[in-house]
Structure formats: C-alpha cells, structure tokens
C-alpha cells in the first residue's frame, strides 16, 4: 500500500520569499515521486519528478525537491517566489514496480504569493 | 499545452443518470489513465488502459468503465450516478506502456451530479 501526506493545506508566502511545501509518503516498495503543478481550471503539469539515482531533483520554473529515504520525505522547494507560482501543488507517489502506473495523489497544498 | 483534450468541459446530470466522458490523448500515448478529483482532494485513480484492454483499477466499483479505441481517443462511463459521483474527472496519457513516464493531463470534465 502507498500513501502520500501534504502537510499544510494552504501555505503564503511572500513574493521573493523561499517556497517549501511538504511532503511525506508511505511506500511497501521503493517509490517513484513526483510533484504536479494545477492551475485553476486546468489539468496537472508535472514539475519533476524523482525514480532513481540523484537525491536532488531539478524541475521546471525553478522548482526542485530532495528524496530523502530515512525521512520518507520529498519536500518541494523554490528559492524566490513568484506570483505566477500560486496554484495548487500535488505530491504523488507510484510504485517502482507494477504493470501500470497506479498513482497515488495527496490531497494538495494551494500555495498563495503576497505581493 | 498537453496536446490532451477532453470534452465536454462542464457536464450536469441527475441521480440514477448514466454519464460518457470524452479524452483525446496525443498521438502515439499507448496508455491512459482516469482520475477522479473530489473538491478539495487530490486526484484519485480510476483505471488505466493500454492498447485498448484495461491494466490496472483502483477502488471504484463496475459502474465505473472506460474504453479506448485506436485513434488515441476513449471514454469513461458511469452509470447509475450518484451524487458522490460530482467531481472533476482527468485523463492522462503516457507513451510506452504507462510504466513512469511522465503523464500528461487534459484540462478536465466537470461533473456535477443533482
């Protein structure tokens, strides 16, 4: 069984200011890990994602995010906040093994940039 | 842009009420996946499909089925709606034979159930 825990529902930042968003997850195996991005009334946009090898997982729009396996965690970070990052920020987790890509999804952190 | 559309956008229908929504992947995606996300929730899969046969189902009953064509094109059926059934339902397509490649979603249907 898997399962994914987003810490915080809803996380403010002010622009300019560091981004981390939380996430912890349950695997029986070694997980596959991955971060969506959704914007309102839109479909998910995959931000990165971490399989195997390197810890430290670069992304898109400056986005990166550390596996750490004692931890069982996968936080998101982002150096400086940008207004045009506010969205909804999904952690999801899927199996190393399987014949098909059963992912699990947590139930989201909205993430609100003051100016 | 994904390249993935599905349509309709925004969809109401009635208790009891039977329910097709529609995905088109990009060409060549082999697989593709349909998740339902609640409001308030994170998306929870539903079932995927590789070469038109289904591979993988998560906790959703019968009433819930897919099918998936040769154009790259396929459904997802409900029946017997209920009013839990409101949601947002995504499909995602992948190429290969959806091991972890990355997925790409369609903006979504709507569904509100009365």
């Known amino acids: 069984a898997q399962s994914v825990t987003q810490l915080g529902s809803h996380v403010s930042v002010s622009e300019g200011a560091l981004v981390l968003l939380r996430c912890n997850y349950s695997?029986?195996?070694?997980?596959?890990l991955f971060w969506y991005v959704q914007y309102p009334n839109q479909g998910l946009q995959l931000l990165l994602k971490?399989?195997?090898?390197?810890?430290l997982v670069k992304g898109i729009n400056g986005f990166e995010a550390e596996f750490k396996k004692s931890e069982t965690s996968f936080h998101l970070t982002k150096p400086s906040a940008h207004m045009s990052d506010a969205a909804e920020y999904f952690c999801?987790?899927?199996?190393?093994?399987?014949?098909?890509?059963?992912?699990?999804f947590g139930t989201g952190t909205k993430l609100q940039v003051i100016p | 842009e994904t390249g993935v559309t599905q349509s309709p956008t925004h969809l109401i229908k009635t208790r009891g009420q039977q329910v097709t929504l529609r995905c088109s992947s990009q060409?060549?995606?082999?697989?593709v996946s349909w998740y339902q996300q609640a409001l308030g929730q994170g998306p929870q899969f539903i079932f995927q499909?590789?070469?038109?046969?289904?591979?993988g189902r998560g906790n959703f009953p019968p009433r819930f089925s897919g099918l998936q064509f040769p154009n790259y094109s396929s459904e997802l059926n409900v029946n017997a709606l209920e009013l839990d059934d409101s949601a947002l339902y995504l499909c995602?397509?992948?190429?290969?034979?959806?091991?972890?490649?990355?997925?790409?979603f369609g903006p979504g249907t709507r569904l509100l159930v009365l």
């Open positions: 995602a397509s992948t190429p290969g034979s959806g091991g972890v490649e990355t997925q790409y």
């Open positions: 695997s029986s195996v070694p997980p596959y």
């Open positions: 971490y399989t195997t090898g390197a810890t």
């Open positions: 999801a987790v899927s199996p190393l093994s399987g014949g098909y890509q059963k992912v699990t």
């Open positions: 060409s060549g995606h082999n697989t």
């Open positions: 499909y590789y070469r038109e046969e289904e591979n």
